[in-house]
């Protein structure tokens, strides 16, 4: 039924890092080691989650009723900022293991495109409520799947033989470059 | 006379040895969306190098005054705020490129390098600093972003669109009306941005890699060859030691 | 010390609210005018191209019809001689890479006469703004709205002989934007 194609939607064929670019600096950053990409992935897909879904009521309730939606870029930005101080506090508490692991990645997921962008996205007018959440959902998810493969493909790499100038970023580049043309394959698909 | 020198190596610095993209590598999202035509690349270019300026010039006249606890969120609602600005001014003078690059106009609030620049300098450096330094870091990205995209477009597509109906059609130079078979679409699409970034970015490391050698060769030249003169020098004044006790 | 800290944070966001809220305003004030003059001139265009002989003095009866579909911005009712005899659905769908495609479909005696595109965002360039291209908007000239119609057309698996091959994505927002608007039309006769 359509919410299963607004998944495969947003988790293939639409996908947040390879064929919409955002989410790219933590992409190549963080997925040096599996489980940072992991912590990483499951932090995004839920700030995303709920980001999406406040700034969507947001938007509706506030800002077209009152006239105000000039104010969207603002509103959405610190709505994100607010929810990841509140994920921060709420880790630090109850798993002080997990936020040394995620450190200082956490506090990045503000300046994440991804998250911003799909605040973006989702409140263009034409995503019901369901549909955003699902979507944005969808897309975090879409998010993890792809760090993760990449942090094992990256494990790989380590111990391949590649040229001294090409190791580190720009081989990680080369290599999205081809999982974008698979994923580009899907296109047909939902 | 030092102000002065020191103004322009804060503009420079942006061009090359500090430049946001190649050395730096943050605000990497719009790179590979923006740059499917030169156009585009330039539009952003403006929209980021305003966002980048007036925020750098508002966070540095208050930086005596914003408390040190709240200022990433101050610095985040400024920027912000000149990005609406941006938003809204393209939206209504500018329509067509404001519909090309859509949703990474309102994305330039995240873009690391905006916010870098004001955590990293305008926080601690005078107005007029400020002013250069955002300057030279908008010359050097919308630099980069123009050559991705230059690359991109032509061979892409074959054109080269520098503003409007301001385009290179390198098909039509050839005479013909569609684009030519060799120009690939796949430029266009992500795969090939990442290709082409990851190309430019491998190339310039490499560079970078075998200057670094290159310096440490003379290095290394230099060095020896000062041992060699100590060590000559040594045994000269040993050969003359030698002659006035031999005498 | 806390409390006086916490005092100060407050009203030096206050401040700053209060300024930002302003500054924007002001420059929404100036702006939305130009924009919304923009649109309007855009769309008036779009239905003189159509037929300039028709009346499209206050054309605009989206207020007056109950239960709009919420994806439909505008509905315009051209007239001749007092009588309608178009009318005009400007839809706003999604294409490819989170971009918005606006178009009009103009519809006369149930049949599909046109199908103009308003604006694409942030779709490729020279690829998904293939859908502008006049060529393949020719395909629906003269269907009938009946093959548009929200249950007919899932049947036929998203009509997909109306795909552009590598613009998937954002042909499939033109195939929506015209299912909804004849699914309207449809509903409101």
């Known amino acids: 039924m359509q919410v299963l194609s607004w998944l495969i939607g ?23 080691s599996k489980d940072s ?13 709920m980001a999406a879904t406040v700034s969507w009521l947001l938007y509706k309730y506030v800002l077209v009723a009152f006239d105000l939606v000039y104010m969207k870029t603002i509103v959405f930005i610190l709505v994100i900022a607010s929810l990841v101080q509140i994920i921060e506090m709420f880790i630090k508490k109850f798993s002080p293991s997990l936020y040394r692991a995620l450190g200082i990645y956490l506090p990045l997921i503000t300046t994440n495109c991804a998250v911003l962008g799909l605040s973006t996205i989702v409140t263009d007018g034409t995503y019901t409520f369901l549909k955003a959440i699902i979507y944005s959902f969808g897309s975090g998810i879409g998010f993890l799947f792809i760090i993760y493969i990449f942090s094992i493909l990256r494990q790989k790499m380590e111990t391949s033989p590649i040229p001294e100038g090409f190791k580190g970023i720009p081989i990680a580049l080369i290599t999205a470059c081809l999982m974008a043309m698979i994923i580009a394959r899907f296109a047909g698909v939902a | 006379m030092a102000n002065k020198t ?14 946001p993209i190649l050395v730096t590598m943050l605000g ?58 941006v938003e809204m001014l393209m939206a209504a003078y500018l329509p067509s490129l404001s519909d090309s690059l859509g949703v990474f106009i309102p994305l330039i609030v995240v873009n690391c390098i905006v916010l870098g620049r004001a955590e990293a300098f305008a926080s601690k450096n005078g107005v007029l600093p400020s002013i250069m330094d955002a300057l030279g870091m908008a010359v050097g990205y919308t630099m980069i972003l123009a050559l991705i995209a230059s690359i991109r477009e032509i061979l892409g597509s074959g054109t080269l669109t520098i503003w409007g109906s301001l385009v290179l059609d ?6 013909s009306n569609e684009t030519l078979p060799i120009f690939s679409s796949f430029f266009i699409s992500p795969a090939g941005a990442y290709l082409v970034l990851g190309i430019i970015f491998g190339v310039v490391a490499t560079i970078r890699i075998s200057k670094e050698r290159k310096q440490k060769m003379l290095e290394k030249k230099a060095e020896e060859e000062k041992k060699a003169k100590l060590l000559q020098e040594k045994n000269n004044q040993q050969l003359n030691l030698n002659k006035g006790a031999g005498e | 010390m806390v409390k006086q800290k916490a005092i100060k944070y407050g009203i030096f966001l206050c401040v700053l609210g209060i300024i930002v809220g302003v500054l924007l305003s002001v420059v929404n004030a100036i702006t939305k005018p130009v924009i919304d003059n923009y649109e309007k001139e855009k769309v008036n265009n779009l239905l003189l191209d159509y037929n300039d002989t028709y009346d499209w003095n206050d054309s605009d009866i989206t207020d007056s019809i109950e239960n709009l579909h919420p994806q439909i911005l505008n509905v315009y009712a051209g007239k001749l001689n007092g009588e309608e005899v178009v009318r005009v659905y400007k839809v706003q769908t999604t294409g490819y890479s989170s971009g918005a ?27 998904g703004s293939k859908v502008e291209d006049l060529s393949y908007l020719k395909i629906y000239e003269g269907k009938s709205c009946s093959e548009y119609n929200n249950d007919v057309a899932q049947n036929h698996n998203n009509k997909s002989v109306d795909v552009i091959s590598g613009a998937t994505v954002s042909s499939r927002g033109v195939i929506s934007a015209v299912i909804i608007a004849c699914t309207e039309h449809l509903s409101g006769e």
Do not use: D, H, W
Request: glycine share 6%.
């Open chain 2, 170 to 175: 390198i098909n039509k130079l050839f005479g």
């Open chain 1, 37 to 49: 990409a992991v912590g990483m992935g499951l932090a995004v897909t839920f700030v995303m989650t």
């Open chain 2, 28 to 85: 990497l999202c719009p790179t590979l969306a923006i740059t499917v035509s030169l156009e585009n690349a330039l539009g952003m270019g403006i929209a980021f190098a305003f966002v980048l300026l007036m925020s750098n010039i508002v966070v540095s006249l208050i930086r005596k005054i914003v408390p040190s606890e709240i200022r990433i969120p101050v610095y985040i609602v400024i920027i912000a705020t000149f990005v609406s600005i």
């Open chain 3, 101 to 127: 495609i606006v178009s009009m479909i103009y519809i006369e005696n149930n049949k599909i006469m046109k199908v103009s595109i308003v604006s694409t965002t942030s779709q490729t360039k020279g690829v």
């Open chain 1, 10 to 32: 947003a988790i293939l064929i639409q996908n947040v890092i390879l064929s919409r670019f955002f989410g790219t600096c933590p992409f190549l950053g963080v997925s040096k």
């Open chain 2, 6 to 19: 020191s103004l322009k190596t804060e503009f420079t610095k942006g061009l090359f040895k500090e430049n």
